[in-house]
């Protein structure tokens, strides 16, 4: 369950942002989760809602924005979504790809007041 | 009003940073390090046992025993031989992280080291998201799994430069196709380098022997 790993550091990273930017409450976090970090989306949501409990963050609600794995091979230029992580061109049959997402472990903003 | 502030940062951008100061200072040391990954029971410890014994004599290893609970690893790996060897025990966390990495490399001598191996915490999943300064991961299998195992755990696949495939000495008692895992490995990433290696018949291993004394004679070759 590394997704409790995972929560902790958002926690901590939203709290020093949340003070930086002089917000007394948030309300939301937005997450970018690529389909190649292996980190499921629901556990995480619910390790992050067992691990705010009791702090200044219980009840944030958690937007996650799930990136699909893409990539453009190298040999014919084709652009297209890995699908089942199959990394084969389904035009010319390389595995010589240039993966442009998929990777992403992101917090893409906060929102409060 | 409630506002929304842009914030575009890596969840783990702290392990990514110490990471980074792991690579930097091995990379400064020559020293080629391996993270060493798979289910549990697949071999990792086996196989360090083995490289221990015969490379012991040819290169100075270093190596780092990841495990939940005890130091089982670590004790096994210095009865084979292991001169330099740490346990980390991560306290109920199913991977090892950089900062656990730095800390433990922190009390180790790592003057003349050629190559150190990072044993981590078995599991397939967790450990794919943490850099751990490696040069690459090395992922383990062995014939007693699914040949299906690459493709329930893609990231970790995706993410390994070599694979072993261990226990090939029990081929044939179960349904495990091997050359149906690696067709399911190289479907989910095409460059690995495979090794099917036993362990317990020590079959196999003479590949990965000379594979490893490669990645050092390279490695020293740079400026
Ligand atoms: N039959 C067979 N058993 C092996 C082989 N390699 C390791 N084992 C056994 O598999 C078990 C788990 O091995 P270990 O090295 O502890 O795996 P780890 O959890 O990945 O470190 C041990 O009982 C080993 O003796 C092999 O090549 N063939
Ligand atoms: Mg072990
Ligand atoms: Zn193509």
């Known amino acids: ?113 | 009003m409630s506002k929304k502030i842009t914030v575009e940062k890596k969840v783990l951008s702290e392990n990514d940073r110490l990471a980074a100061d792991i690579r930097k200072k091995l990379e400064k040391q020559k020293i080629v390090t391996l993270n060493l990954v798979s289910s549990p029971g697949s071999g990792k410890t086996s196989l360090l046992e083995r490289t221990l014994k015969e490379l012991g004599n040819k290169f100075n290893m270093a190596l780092i025993a990841g495990d939940v609970q005890t130091e089982n690893d670590a004790d096994r790996l210095k009865r084979a031989g292991g001169k330099n060897v740490r346990p980390v025990i991560t306290g109920g966390a199913c991977h090892l992280d950089a900062r656990m990495v730095t800390r433990a490399l922190d009390e180790m001598n790592l003057k003349g080291v050629d190559i150190l191996f990072i044993e981590n915490v078995g599991n397939l999943v967790c450990p794919s998201s943490y850099d751990l300064g490696e040069d690459m991961k090395v992922v383990l299998m062995s014939t007693t799994e699914g040949d299906d195992k690459p493709l329930k755990y893609p990231s970790m696949f995706r993410r390994s430069s070599v694979l072993i495939i261990n226990k090939i000495d029990l081929l044939g008692l179960s349904n495990f196709d091997i050359k149906q895992a690696e067709k399911n490995a190289r479907t989910i990433n095409a460059d690995l380098k495979v090794f099917e290696i036993s362990c317990l018949k020590e079959t196999g291993l003479e590949a990965w022997y000379d594979w490893l004394g490669n990645q050092v004679t390279s490695k020293k070759g740079k400026k």
């Open chain 1, 1 to 113: 369950m590394h997704e409790l790993s995972i929560a902790t550091e958002i926690i901590n990273i939203v709290e020093k942002e949340a003070s930086r930017q002089h917000l007394t409450r948030v309300e939301e976090i937005g997450l970018k989760i690529g389909a190649l970090t292996g980190v499921n989306p629901d556990a995480l949501t619910f390790a992050f809602e067992a691990s705010t409990g009791d702090t200044s963050l219980a009840g944030v609600v958690i937007k996650i924005e799930k990136i699909p794995v893409k990539g453009e091979c190298r040999a014919c230029g084709n652009a297209f979504e890995v699908q089942e992580f199959v990394f084969i061109c389904p035009e010319c049959g390389s595995s010589d790809l240039k993966i442009s997402q998929g990777e992403e472990l992101d917090i893409d903003y906060i929102a409060g007041q």
